[in-house]
Nanobody, 123 residues
């Protein structure tokens, strides 16, 4: 069994900051890419930020300069530091990870999603 558990969402005012965390738990052999996505009401899920196992990052244009993704490989955790939040950032934020499990042979990479955490930014 493998799961991603997110935390850190909430209600903030425009201009404030939040940090999201996502920890991978279970029979994990290796975690490759990790990322954050978001889905606003009535919209499709969109990429927010990605981070490779080596630490390379990629961001959506809408969050560049405001958000920062990082990971702690020893803790199987990925973070999303969100600064200068805007009402347009309001969405459910989902953690994603490409992981290899040691309880499934042969070892193969599978894609996993967290349950989502709500971020609401008031104007």
């Amino acid at each position: 069994q493998v799961q991603l558990v997110e935390s850190g969402g909430g209600l903030v005012q425009a201009g404030e900051s939040l940090t999201l965390s996502c920890v991978a738990q279970g029979s994990i052999l290796r975690i490759n890419g990790m990322g954050w996505y978001r889905q606003a009401p009535g919209k499709q899920r969109e990429l927010v930020a990605l981070i490779s196992s080596g630490g390379s990052t990629n961001y959506a244009d809408s969050v560049k300069g405001r958000f920062a993704i990082s990971r702690d490989n020893a803790k199987n955790t990925v973070y999303l530091q969100m600064n200068g939040l805007k009402p347009d950032d309001t969405a459910v934020y989902y953690c994603n990870a490409a992981m290899v499990r040691f309880d499934i042979l042969p070892p193969s990479e599978y894609d996993y999603w967290g349950q989502g955490t709500q971020v609401t930014v008031s104007s």
